[in-house]
């Protein structure tokens, strides 16, 4: 039970936490379990705050205590939050279920499940529990990250019979995966409206910019790709990876020069790129073979 005196400690300790001032909101919790050792609250709270901090271990300390006071299942969700930083993935997915034996529909457990299992590369176990917060929570976000999953595991036309089914038109990351899709399955006109669409949201998506410039580049458009790459380089000069791409499609139409001054950059950047040194002793080769 929390003492009044307790809550209030608890209190001013959460707005301390909610302007930045860490160690002034520490004290006002640990005030608070000076005044009531048992208050529940404010053990969660400073749990929140260590797990904050990257102190994880102090922080499940903290959860656990929480726990054995009162079964919330918000106690069991941070809890497994705290286990997955630290990589103990079955402790996580121990706590997230122990949420979920104390309120199936928490949908926030279901969500957590969802992201470990996606993680795990359990992607079958992954749509089924992001289903199952759809149907506590009907939100579209839910939907279009079961989209992404069916895009990992390269089933295009499900992930869009889903995507199709979504109002989401305000989004760019649902017009980005309809596009994904869309080029995918070579449907290269569909892909490029949607890609624009995208970028008619937001302008300064690297991912729906370089996926346009690919569509180009596939229809066979190699300089109106070259000018998303271009436009992105602009945006993102000291993105090796984007650099190498430039490079890669440079590779293609035998502009090795151009190319090589891109991947030497990129590499001068992260020298332990292994796609900017692959086409490095590509490009050194085939200027050889002239």
């Given at each position: 039970m929390e003492t009044n005196t307790s809550k209030d400690l608890n209190n001013k300790g959460v707005q301390f936490f909610m302007n930045g001032d860490l160690e002034k909101a520490k004290n006002c919790y640990q005030k608070a379990l000076e005044t009531n050792p048992e208050n529940a609250t404010?053990?969660?709270?400073?749990?929140?705050?260590?797990?904050?901090?990257?102190?994880?271990?102090e922080a499940i300390e903290n959860f656990s205590k929480a726990i054995l006071i009162e079964k919330k299942p918000?106690?069991?969700?941070?809890?497994?939050?705290?286990?997955?930083?630290?990589?103990?993935?079955a402790n996580a997915e121990k706590c997230y279920l122990e949420a979920l034996n104390t309120d199936p529909n928490y949908y926030n457990a279901w969500i957590s499940l969802a992201k470990l299992s996606n993680h795990?590369?359990?992607?079958?176990?992954?749509?089924?529990?992001?289903?199952?917060?759809?149907?506590?929570?009907?939100?579209?976000?839910?939907?279009?990250?079961?989209?992404?999953?069916?895009?990992?595991?390269?089933?295009?036309?499900?992930?869009?019979?889903?995507?199709?089914?979504?109002?989401?038109?305000?989004s760019p990351a649902y017009w980005f995966l309809i596009g994904k899709c869309e080029y995918e399955l070579r449907n290269h006109g569909l892909a490029?409206?949607?890609?624009?669409?995208?970028?008619?949201?937001?302008?300064?998506?690297?991912?729906?910019?370089?996926?346009?410039?690919?569509?180009?580049?596939?229809?066979?458009?190699?300089?109106?790709?070259?000018?998303?790459y271009d436009f992105i380089l602009k945006m993102y000069p000291s993105n090796h990876k984007m650099l190498t791409e430039k490079a890669v499609i440079l590779c293609s139409i035998s502009s090795f020069e151009k190319a090589l001054t891109l991947v030497e950059k990129a590499l001068t950047l992260k020298p332990d790129y292994p796609k900017a040194i692959h086409y490095k002793e590509l490009i050194l080769t085939s200027r050889e073979a002239f």
């Open positions: 404010s053990l969660n709270n400073l749990g929140l705050l260590l797990h904050h901090e990257k102190s994880f271990t918000v106690y069991f969700l941070n809890a497994g939050n705290s286990h997955a930083m630290k990589g103990n993935l795990q590369k359990k992607y079958d176990q992954a749509i089924r529990f992001w289903k199952k917060a759809f149907s506590i929570d009907p939100k579209p976000e839910y939907q279009l990250e079961i989209g992404k999953i069916y895009i990992l595991v390269k089933d295009y036309e499900s992930a869009l019979t889903l995507l199709s089914g979504i109002q989401l038109v305000d490029e409206k949607a890609f624009k669409s995208a970028l008619a949201i937001q302008p300064d998506s690297l991912e729906a910019r370089q996926f346009l410039g690919l569509n180009n580049f596939a229809t066979g458009k190699i300089d109106q790709c070259l000018e998303q």
